[in-house]
T-cell receptor
Framework: DGGITQSPKYLFRKEGQNVTLSCEQNLNHDAMYWYRQDPGQGLRLIYYSQIVNDFQKGDIAEGYSVSREKKESFPLTVTSAQKNPTAFYLC?????????????FGPGTRLTVT | DQQVKQNSPSLSVQEGRISILNCDYTNSMFDYFLWYKKYPAEGPTFLIS?????DKNEDGRFTVFLNKSAKHLSLHIVPSQPGDSAVYFCAASVSDDYKLSFGAGTTVTVRA
């Protein structure tokens, strides 16, 4: 059963701590993405990766870091430098180089930092 | 600068009637458009898409219309059902660019 897994669903951290959000996919997709959703706003792109060992900054990359050591995995670290880390984080993947650009999303992780 | 705009944050419609969701974009390079549906605390799911070479695409109860000259697209849901109550996001992309630009979403409530 192919899909995208994000864990955990809810995450709580103290201010000043780094936290890593997990994203795994078994769809054999080359491209993976991280978005952030805040109330009343659309999805904003944090980082994306088109291929293993390569990734690019999205629109709001400051305070975040990623790695892409395996095709299936694209973890996101929210660092203490991120000023407003509390948000709903979504991971997505897509076929790279296809004619369409449908992205498939995971269930999301809600991060609360206090 | 938001390149994809959904100016109606919410829409309430009676069950069985038509829901019309609107989306405007500013980047004339966009040539592929998608609609996603999202339930609370879940990830968005792909609903329907349209290429800029078409002006209409239909899939069951869902139809998307594209007006390139007006940089406007709309999603029609006919007939609306209670399970359609969700947030709908419009998204757009440029060929050979994997990134999607999303609108802020429209919350649809279907009343019984």
């Amino acid at each position: 059963d192919g899909g995208i897994t994000q864990s955990p669903k809810y995450l709580f951290r103290k201010e000043g701590q780094n936290v890593t959000l997990s994203c795994e996919q078994n769809l054999n997709h080359d491209a993976m993405y991280w978005y952030r959703q805040d109330p009343g706003q659309g999805l904003r792109l944090i980082y994306y990766s088109q291929i293993v060992n390569d990734f690019q900054k999205g629109d709001i990359a400051e305070g975040y870091s990623v790695s892409r050591e395996k095709k299936e995995s694209f973890p996101l670290t929210v660092t203490s430098a991120q000023k407003n880390p509390t948000a709903f984080y979504l991971c997505a993947s897509s076929i790279a180089g296809g004619l369409t650009y449908e992205q498939y999303f995971g269930p999301g992780t809600r991060l609360t930092v206090t | 600068d938001q390149q994809v705009k959904q100016n109606s944050p919410s829409l309430s419609v009676q069950e069985g009637r038509i829901s019309i969701l609107n989306c405007d974009y500013t980047n004339s390079m966009f040539d592929y458009f998608l609609w996603y549906k999202k339930y609370p605390a879940e990830g968005p799911t792909f609903l329907i898409s349209i290429s800029s070479i078409k002006d209409k695409n239909e899939d069951g109860r869902f139809t998307v219309f594209l007006n390139k000259s007006a940089k406007h697209l709309s999603l029609h849901i006919v007939p609306s059902q209670p399970g359609d109550s969700a947030v709908y996001f419009c998204a757009a992309s440029v060929s050979d660019d994997y990134k999607l630009s999303f609108g802020a979403g429209t919350t649809v409530t279907v009343r019984a």
